[in-house]
């Protein structure tokens, strides 16, 4: 397995798509602290929306766009194996298929968790010298636990569902469209009288629970608590919706990738 | 010593590799020939355990997966450009020996030793097909492996190349180190191997030594030249003689020995001009061994009973030394 791990971590080091990905997933909350610091240097700061901030918005927004960039980094550790046919000589170089994906799997977990740490510590820091760090709460940490989960399974999400497909160019689009078109879409027509019943399902579509794990937000705090609407899934529950979806894309495609040819 | 036994490999209801068995024996280049589709780069996939299909390949009795650190065992080279197209040609080749614990300097040593230490930082982009070949050969040999496996090594390779790389194999083989190396050069085959696998529509046609393959695949023929070639030609032919298309005013004769004809062409008065001997080039022999397992034909080549991919139409046969 140290070995595997030695092959991927020169692998994810010898290429510049890396360094633009992190860059940008670490630049964009980055952007966005700092005016949210800047602009509020001279008001009140509560926690629960420094963090929101501090998390690039993927609670607010509907593409986490800090999430979808290391899910890029997912794709692109099996994607570039097979878009540029590397994955023969590397399959040569290794051929213990389980230990390969075994350590695409720990670098890509490891890469997202340190992309989070730094983010968070960085949009601290920035917040410190723009306005004062704000006090966190219980809530607040657990949305920047929650943001650094997410990361992480979008790295596995984004890794797993290339194992799955071997089209970089079809799962590429897939993490865009699915969280910013096809989920909202789904979630809006729960509205609709003759699929009401289906609104408590809208719950557990995968990627908008996923983006609930930084939520730091109460939906009183966001304008969107209806009384007629079904209980909210708590941080826990929609971190477990995310990871069962997660576990559901990585099993098949680990379980082909050592049975199919190369 | 590799030990290919059995080797199968299905696509849906059409056979890619059928039941292949053969050895490749240490201190010998061995070519691995076949028309195109004849399932080569199939098979060498399923010798690595790259492919899943039935049968097993040994490696002095070990299977590759089976192998810890492969490289330093087993270099490969299955497809030329096989690499990212910005990853440096140094790092590719760091990152395939971070896999087999090869030291980092040996990245340098190889690529010198290919002919590519000038562009060892360069990005693979811009190789050419043949520079690319040289990067895959310098990843073969990183780890100082006692075998190589070369799924067609000369293509894209230009001529002061394929020398190169002939001489290097010869050399590599003479160490007594194996080498298995397919190709469809034909002729490169002819100077590099002492041992053939033939295979066709991925059935074995023959395996053993390159001479007893031309000899088992071909006959000689007796070229004659004569100013009464057609009279001549007539006598022989009550006696076995068969002519095949002739070149430059040549008979160039089947089924009978020069002997034969020097008496013939005696009793009669008949003056030669030549009789000489010719003995098939492997070409020819492949030509013989294939011509029913090509996978693509042309109408041409059918009505003139050629394999695919060889050009027929006005091709003087080359003679062996």
Same mark, same amino acid.
């Given at each position: ?38 602009? $509020? ?14 998390? /690039? /918005? ?152 996923? $983006? ?21 899934? $708590? ?28 | 010593m590799i ?19 053969f050895e490749v024996s240490p201190g010998k280049v061995t070519g691995f020939l076949g ?5 080569k780069?199939?098979?060498m996939?399923?010798m ?11 490696f002095d ?12 065992e087993i270099g490969t080279v299955l =497809?030329a ?23 980092? *300097?040996?990245?340098?040593d190889v690529l010198e030793q290919v002919g590519l ?13 043949g520079?690319?070949q040289r990067l895959g050969l310098a990843a073969a040999l990183l780890g100082e492996p006692h075998t190589l496996i070369l799924d067609e090594p000369a293509n894209g390779l230009d001529p002061q190349g394929i020398h190169w790389l002939r001489d290097f194999l010869k050399s590599f083989a003479a160490s007594g180190r194996t080498v298995f190396v397919s190709s469809h050069l034909l002729s490169e085959m002819a100077l590099m191997a002492d041992q053939l696998v033939v ?7 023959d395996s053993g030594p390159v001479r007893e393959f031309v ?18 030609? =007539? ?19 089947? /089924? ?17 001009? =030549? ?6 080039s492997l070409e020819?022999a492949f ?5 029913? $397992? *090509? ?23 080359e003679?062996m030394p």
């Amino acid at each position: 397995m140290i070995d595997a791990l030695r092959l991927e971590w020169v692998r994810l080091r010898t290429v510049r798509s890396t360094y633009w990905l992190i860059g940008l997933a670490i630049a964009l909350p980055a952007v966005l602290t700092g005016l949210v610091g800047y602009f $509020s240097r001279n008001d009140e700061l509560e926690a629960s929306i420094a963090v929101a901030f501090m998390t /690039g /918005g993927v609670a607010l927004f509907p593409l986490p766009l800090p999430a979808v960039l290391v899910g890029i980094l997912g794709v692109l550790s099996i994607g570039h194996e097979y878009r540029h046919a590397t994955i023969r000589p590397t399959l040569t170089a290794l051929p213990a298929r389980s230990h390969l994906v075994g350590a695409k799997l720990v670098v890509i977990v490891a890469t997202a968790t340190v992309v989070g740490v730094v983010t968070l510590a960085l949009n601290y820091a920035l917040l410190a010298v723009t306005r004062g760090a704000p006090e966190m709460d219980a809530n607040a940490r657990a949305a920047i636990t929650g943001y650094v989960v997410l990361l992480i399974l979008w790295g596995i999400v984004g890794l797993g569902a290339t194992l799955l497909t071997r089209i970089m160019a079809l799962v590429l689009p897939l993490l865009f469209v699915l969280p910013l078109v096809i989920e909202p879409v789904l979630s809006v027509l729960t509205f609709i009288p003759a699929l009401e019943d289906l609104r408590p399902a809208a719950r557990f579509l995968p990627f908008t629970a996923g $983006s609930q794990l930084a939520q730091s937000l109460s939906p009183n705090e966001l304008g969107t608590a209806d009384p007629n609407a079904p209980q909210p899934l $708590s941080r826990v529950e929609n971190g477990a919706v995310f990871a069962a979806f997660t576990m559901l894309v990585l099993a098949p495609a680990w379980l082909l990738f050592s049975r199919r040819d190369a | 010593m590799i030990t290919a036994h059995g080797l199968g490999k299905r696509y849906g209801g059409k056979v890619a590799v059928d039941d292949l068995t053969f050895e490749v024996s240490p201190g010998k280049v061995t070519g691995f020939l076949g028309p195109n589709g004849a399932g080569k780069s199939t098979t060498m996939r399923l010798m690595l355990d790259l492919d899943h299909g039935s049968g097993r390949t040994l490696f002095d009795g070990r299977r590759y997966r089976d192998i810890k650190h492969p490289m330093r065992e087993i270099g490969t080279v299955l =497809e030329a450009k096989a690499f990212h197209p910005t990853r440096r040609a140094r790092n590719h080749l760091r990152m395939l020996a971070a896999a087999n614990a090869v030291p980092t *300097s040996r990245c340098d040593d190889v690529l010198e030793q290919v002919g590519l230490a000038s562009v060892s930082r360069g990005k693979p982009k811009s190789f050419s097909l043949g520079m690319g070949q040289r990067l895959g050969l310098a990843a073969a040999l990183l780890g100082e492996p006692h075998t190589l496996i070369l799924d067609e090594p000369a293509n894209g390779l230009d001529p002061q190349g394929i020398h190169w790389l002939r001489d290097f194999l010869k050399s590599f083989a003479a160490s007594g180190r194996t080498v298995f190396v397919s190709s469809h050069l034909l002729s490169e085959m002819a100077l590099m191997a002492d041992q053939l696998v033939v295979i066709g529509r991925g059935r074995m046609i023959d395996s053993g030594p390159v001479r007893e393959f031309v000899s088992r695949f071909s006959t000689t023929q007796v070229v004659v030249r004569s100013p009464r070639l057609g009279e001549l030609v =007539e006598l022989l032919r009550p006696l076995g003689a068969k002519d095949v298309p002739s070149v430059d005013g040549a008979a160039v004769l089947d /089924g009978i020995t020069p002997e034969r004809v020097g008496d013939t062409a005696a009793a009669h008065g008949i003056a030669l001009h =030549e009789l000489s001997t010719r003995t098939a080039s492997l070409e020819q022999a492949f030509l013989e061994a294939t011509g029913a $397992s *090509s996978e693509y034909r042309t109408p041409d080549q059918d009505a003139a009973g050629m394999p695919a991919d060889v050009p027929h139409a006005g091709t003087a046969p080359e003679v062996m030394p």
